[in-house]
């Protein structure tokens, strides 16, 4: 047998989808500081973390990643991508690319992807729950309604979440993701 | 299928060998495959696809493979597709797992050790062996706890149309092993459950598959039936149907399932000839509750032979009807009673083999 025919194959990189998801993952990331700061529910789900609070969000196995955490001061952060140096306390990891494509193009949203054994959560499990309240909320703000419904498992009625309460928070949290 | 890294991973495995047929790759699939595992940490040993798909496992290409396998170092082997190919990733499994010459392992419960991680991803074909802990090389039967899968991928994306012909045998085997899994006296509830979902999977979409070959939802849960099958069939001893089935089909080199297609209804009405009770249970898998409360107890077991008759009856010309018209040869019938009797464990007699064949011969009316 001529074993040279059937070479080895390695795994190709999917670059596209990695930057797409690394951009998400940065915009996700800047707009959970700047909804912290501005949205009440928010705030009020921070508060409850604990003080040296740093969630992983990233895509295995080396995939993009980032950090938002509580800094000295209590005030919650986007901390970037790089791991080095960083003690996380809640690590949530996509188990692939293709199924974080799938999370950040809406076709899932969170709680499909969890029943769909996407995600593996390292850490308090009260924590992660309370992370995919806050993703829920800044999903809500950042994206319009036709495709937020395809993200979140309910979408707010008016009596959960005023319009006024909504299309402030969308403004400011655009303003304080991108600039500040 | 993206999801195989993180299994692999699990198993401590990063380098698989992949086994496929030449048909396989011919229908895109491999291609597939490989782009499933983008962006990981697998990186694939090598791809074989040069295995005969309805071919049964040989030697020489085991060997052959088992050479391949050790060259480039790999650690876990994946099976795509099914039938011989599956038998021959559980060839090569069992070779480079234990020491000493293949063959020594043919049998029952021979294996004593844990074998690579073993991963199988499902085509839609079905030999009746690919998710159960039994394999066939050179045409002899080698079973263990070991052999059995660690993990069955069933992919919307892998599982493509195949002819009618095709699909009304890989059922027929799967329907008889589901069957006669359940058709034990002691059996154990989660058997009955595995047996049950994959009998009604079949009966409720073998004939739309038929109808329409390209049926996505249709082949995909066909595909979960022969899994499920083949997973029900390996904590018993093959029944009548299914060890005359391989005793014939390995004679002749008929395929497995139209030998087991006819022989399947002809072996209820046998067993209610010879006053066996057939147990209640195949009419619910069959109908399911609300068809099963309808029917009156005592003619449970009647009314599921003519369901099941009327089933092989609808697959039309895809099914032999007996077996003078398979030219089967009549004299070497006491030949496959005997193998059928062995491969049972002794589970059914010669003499009701014999009976079974002598009913079969003019077969269905």
Known sequence: MNIDRYPEIPPKDKFIKKAYVAIMLWIVGRAMQAASRVDPVVKEEFSHLRDNFLLRLWVAPNGPSMFVGKDKNGKVKYMGWNPRGKKTTLDMQIKGIEQAVLMFTFQESTAVATSNDRLIVSGDLDDACAIVRILDIVEIFLLPKIITKLAVKRYPKWSQMSPLRKYVGRVLVYIRAFTV | MEHIYVELASMDARKPLVLASRQVTERGLTKKFIKSLYDS?????????????????????????????????????????????????????????????????????????????????????????????????????????????????????????????????????????????????????????????????????????????????????????????????????????????????????????????????????????????????????????????????????????????????????????????????????????????????????????????????????
């Open chain 2, 41 to 365: 940490n697998v990186v694939i040993g090598s791809l074989y696809d040069e295995v005969y798909p309805y071919h049964y496992a040989c030697i020489s290409q085991l060997n052959d493979l088992v050479e391949l396998f050790k060259a480039r170092g790999c650690d876990s082997i994946i099976a795509i597709g099914g039938g011989s190919v599956v038998d021959l990733a559980k060839g090569v499994n069992i070779a480079v797992s234990n020491s000493g010459n293949i063959m020594d392992y043919a049998g029952t419960n021979t294996i004593q050790k844990r074998l690579k991680p073993f991963i199988y991803v499902s085509t839609g074909h079905c030999g009746g062996t690919e998710t159960s802990n039994e394999a066939y090389i050179e045409n002899r039967r080698f079973v263990s706890d070991f052999l059995f899968p660690d993990v069955i991928i069933l992919d919307n994306r892998m599982i493509t149309a195949r002819t009618r012909q095709r699909a009304a045998e890989a059922s027929m085997v799967a329907l008889t092993a589901a069957i006669e899994s359940c058709a034990v006296p002691y059996n154990n509830p989660m058997n009955d459950l595995y047996a049950n979902v994959a009998i009604n999977f079949i009966y409720e979409n073998l004939l739309g598959v038929v109808k329409k070959p390209g049926s996505k939802t249709g082949n995909l849960a066909l595909a979960n039936a022969y899994a499920m099958a083949g997973i029900s069939f390996s904590n018993i001893p093959p029944g009548i149907v299914y060890s005359l089935g391989i005793a014939i089909a390995r004679d002749t080199g008929l395929p497995r399932g139209q030998c087991m297609g006819f022989l399947l209804p002809l072996s209820l009405e046998h067993r209610v000839m010879k006053n066996e009770s057939i147990r209640g249970e195949l009419l619910y898998a069959l109908l399911g509750t609300e068809g099963y409360c309808r029917v009156p107890e005592k003619d449970r077991t009647s009314t599921s032979i003519t369901i099941l008759r009327q089933f092989v009856n609808d697959l039309g010309g895809l099914l032999p009807k007996s077996l003078k018209e398979m030219r089967v040869n009549k004299y070497k019938f006491e030949e496959y009673a005997r193998q059928a009797s062995e491969m049972s464990m002794k589970r059914v007699t010669q003499k009701d083999c014999m009976q079974l064949l002598d009913i079969a011969w003019e077969g269905i009316a």
